[in-house]
């Protein structure tokens, strides 16, 4: 583990190590680029060290400190890496400085993903000694099938009982692909399609599809996971023993539901309109349409699918929204600090991959951040989370 001062300060001057790179600055069109290159290397992890890459910035080939001005924006800049979606799925790394003679550096920590193949715009960089490239497909392969711990993430795992011919590979070829990869990489791409699976680890090489693959092109996903699906329930009142409005079971695969729910929130948002001063109308929705999208994704894509036949609810009474998802916090997150700024972990790293690609994820770990601000300059009060070891649940009150 890299982690005290004078394991950074060796590992600098270590000039034939694999496990770091030096960056004099970010100058050039490319400079972040390669570094976003080198940290999904280091997440990729092809030569098994179990152990961090570190990327200093500011440093020279020879491991003495450039000059560069290292200041908070240069930080920022550094950490918003992870979180502009182009390496999914999102590195686990951290962003901090080391002082060398008077002068300071940044440190990119990259920790081992449990979950390869990393990507940086659709292709898979790895580093094997000095070298650093895109990964062959063997070497893809071999990542695909790496488990770095004895339990990979659930939607990583695969599910028995499925084949490829439960998934909608018309779905995969005609949406998912130009999604997730970029043109050039498709258009260079000969693979066959479980080979594709395979690579974006939506099915193994053994052509087993992944809890991932059944829940993002499964034609049938309820089949074998129960409750992968949204239950949404519009009451005339305030008290779920009201008459029922309307009700939907939003299934099928993942990519339908998400459209499904973007379009019943649209549907179920009433907006007025009064007078202004300069006899101008003012209209103001019940509730901001961004941010009941942030937190009906976060359900999707935070809950617990594994050992639960719960749905994610989603409950429109007259005065409130109340959103309910299956699973506690997860990771990093816990009961103590769920809903503070940064602090984020993927109990479905794939997902979380594929709702980015899929454009229903803009900046990883800002969802809740976006909802609250979308909700103030709405006019409605902040919402109300209960975080609780077994469920998340937010309600949202009518804008007034």
């Given amino acids: 583990m890299v982690t005290t001062t004078d394991e950074l300060l060796r590992l600098l001057a270590d000039l034939e190590s694999d496990r770091v790179e030096r960056k004099e600055s970010l100058r050039g069109p490319d400079g972040k680029d390669r570094i976003c290159q080198a940290i999904c290397a280091y997440a990729n992890d092809l030569p ?102 004895a339990d990979l993430p659930f939607d990583s795992r695969p599910m028995y009982g499925a084949t490829t011919d439960d998934l909608d590979l018309i779905l995969f070829e005609r949406e998912y692909l130009p999604s997730v990869l970029p043109q050039d990489v498709l258009a260079a791409n000969g693979r066959t399609i479980v080979q594709r699976l395979s690579s974006l680890r939506l099915a193994t090489v053994d052509e087993v599809p992944t809890n991932a693959g059944v829940l993002l092109l499964g034609k049938e996903p309820t089949r074998h996971l129960p409750g992968a699906y949204v239950q949404f329930l519009r009451v005339e009142g305030t008290d779920l023993s009201d008459a029922i409005i309307d009700e939907r079971r939003l299934d099928g695969a993942l990519p339908m539901v998400l459209r499904e729910l973007d379009e019943l929130i649209r549907l179920n948002i009433r907006t007025a309109v009064t007078i202004g001063n300069e006899l101008r109308d003012i209209r103001r929705s019940t509730y901001p349409v961004a941010a009941l ?68 994820v803009q900046k990883f770990g800002a969802g809740l951040t976006i909802a609250r601000r979308s909700l103030a300059d709405n006019g409605n009060p902040p919402p109300e989370f209960t975080a609780d070891p077994s469920y998340i649940g937010v309600v949202v009150r009518e804008a007034a």
Avoid at 81 to 93: A, S, W, Y
Avoid at 96 to 110: F, M, S, W
Wanted: glycine share 12%.
């Fill in 48 to 149: 098994d060290h179990r152990g961090p890459g570190v990327i200093f910035v500011g440093a020279t080939d020879d491991g003495r400190p450039s000059g560069l001005r290292v200041d908070d924006r240069l930080l920022l800049d550094l950490a918003d890496l992870r979180g502009q979606g182009r390496i999914l799925p999102p590195p686990i790394m951290t962003v901090g400085t080391l002082e060398i003679d008077g002068q300071t550096v940044a440190v990119i920590r990259v920790e081992p993903s449990p979950s390869p193949p990393v990507r940086f715009n659709g292709q898979v960089w790895i580093r094997v000694g000095p070298r650093r490239a895109i990964a062959t497909l063997d070497e893809e392969r071999r990542l695909a099938e790496r488990k770095r711990a």
């Fill in 293 to 360: 999208q942030q937190l009906t994704r976060n359900a999707v894509l935070h809950r617990n699918y594994e050992g639960t036949a719960a749905p994610v609810r989603l409950t429109w009474y007259a005065d409130r929204v109340e959103i309910y998802s299956p699973g506690g916090p997860y990771g990093a997150v816990t009961v103590e600090n769920f809903g503070q700024p940064g602090v984020t972990d993927y109990r479905n790293p794939i997902l979380a991959e594929a709702m980015g690609g899929l454009g229903y």
